[in-house]
Each structure stands twice: as C-alpha cells, then as structure tokens.
C-alpha cells in the first residue's frame, strides 16, 4: 500500500546545491521537492505540496490558515520537512510563516468524517526532517561530526530551526545519554520524534529512513510532543 506523503518546505530558498538544469541555473529547495517526487513515485501514493512562492499568512486567523492546509495534511501519514539554509526567516515571527503550521497540524489528532458520515480521526503524522545541502554543497550549517567524544558525535545545530520542530527533535521522556568531554550532552538511540538524515544519505536508501519514521511513530508515547507554534 502506498504511503501518503506531505512535504513542507520553503519554496523559494536558493542557497542550496545544484541538482537540475544547467550549471549557471539558480536552484531552490523546490526543485529538491521535485527530486523526491521522481524517489518516491513508486512508493507512494501521494506527495502533496508545501507553500507556494509568495503566500503571505501574516493577515490570516488560526482558522483560515487550517482551512488552507487541511486538505493538504489530513490524509497524509508522513509528513517530511526539507531543512534548507534559509528556510526560516529571522526577522518573522514563527507564527507569520507557513512551516511551523504545517508541522504543527501534521502533529494534531484531526477529527472529519468520512464518505459514510462516520467521525474519524487522524494520527499524528510520521516525520522526517531531510537536510539540503547548501550553495557550496554542505551541511555543516546545521549538522556536522566532531570527535572531542571518544566515540565521536553527530551535532545538530536545532536552535536555528522553528521552535516546534526544535521542540519535538530530542524529546524522547527517558534520554539514554552520557557527557561529552567539552561538556555537551550526547544521545543515544532515537532520541527524536523528528529525526534528521542528510540529503545525500537519504536518497541512497529513502524506504530505510522513511520506515525508521513509521517505527518511531508507534512508539510516540515514548517522546513528549509539542503541537502548538
């Protein structure tokens, strides 16, 4: 059975590496939302689209902003949000911008009814967070590896995400954790509700990743979910 997917992304950030057309064409993340269409066309049965160019949501209430993104969430069971250099504008409130509110509908229990009239309602989505590689073809942006451990460590730099997506990234209740020798506090294990993969490592193997985001999904009691931008 296929998989109904929503990705949220910001359609219109150009800091990313070039993936499509020739090499003096600017690219966006969008043309990364393509890419994934042509990945998953086989796998699942829908791909539905984040914001459009130009949307503005700054002069909309709670409940028109639902009205425009309920169809394009409420049938889906995987939400994926595109993490891109610029995706997150600093000088706008998180409320004023389209991701946080889809992330945090793609989080909510919805009730509708069905075609029989029937009250139904949805699960909190399965999530994964792809990470964009930059202009210079990095990720070091948000995430990168240092060995003052001795094992060695993966970092993700959430404080520059919107607060809910930070919120629900190391939110397991019980944390298998140790300290770092800098001081830093390192996880173990699935540690997020939203978890993060590189772009690269992702398209090598995106069932893997995308089953991992359904395993984590029936064990959401074991993670303390933030719903509200």
């Not at 389209?98 to 992330?103: A, F, K, L, N, V």
């Not at 509708?112 to 070091?140: E, F, H, W």
Request: proline content about 2%; some cysteine.
């Amino acid at each position: 059975m296929g998989r109904k997917i929503f990705i949220s992304y910001k359609y219109g950030d150009t800091d990313v590496n070039h993936i499509v057309g020739e090499w003096y064409e600017t690219n966006r993340v969008r043309d990364y939302v393509d890419k994934l269409e042509e990945y998953l066309k086989d796998k699942s049965e829908h791909i539905y689209k984040g914001e459009s160019e130009g949307e503005d949501l700054s002069h909309l209430s709670d409940e028109a902003i639902w009205n425009q993104l309920k169809d394009r969430i409420r049938d889906s069971s995987l939400t994926i949000v595109l993490i891109s250099k610029n995706m997150k504008d600093i000088f706008v409130a998180d409320r004023e911008q389209w991701i946080p509110w889809e992330i945090s509908y793609s989080l909510k229990e919805v009730s509708r009814k069905n075609s029989s009239g029937q009250s139904i309602t949805s699960k909190t989505n399965a999530m994964l967070a792809i990470v964009i590689p930059d202009r210079s073809n990095d990720y070091s942006y948000y995430t990168y590896n240092k060995s003052c451990c001795d094992s060695g460590c993966r970092v993700l730099d959430t404080y520059k995400l919107f607060d809910i997506i930070k919120a629900n990234m190391f939110n397991i209740k019980t944390p298998n954790t140790s300290d770092c020798n800098d001081g830093s506090k390192v996880y173990y294990g699935e540690s997020s509700y939203i978890i993060s993969v590189k772009w690269d490592d992702f398209i090598s193997t995106p069932e893997y990743y995308i089953d991992k985001a359904y395993e984590i999904q029936d064990n959401i009691d074991l993670y303390k979910i933030c719903k509200e931008v």
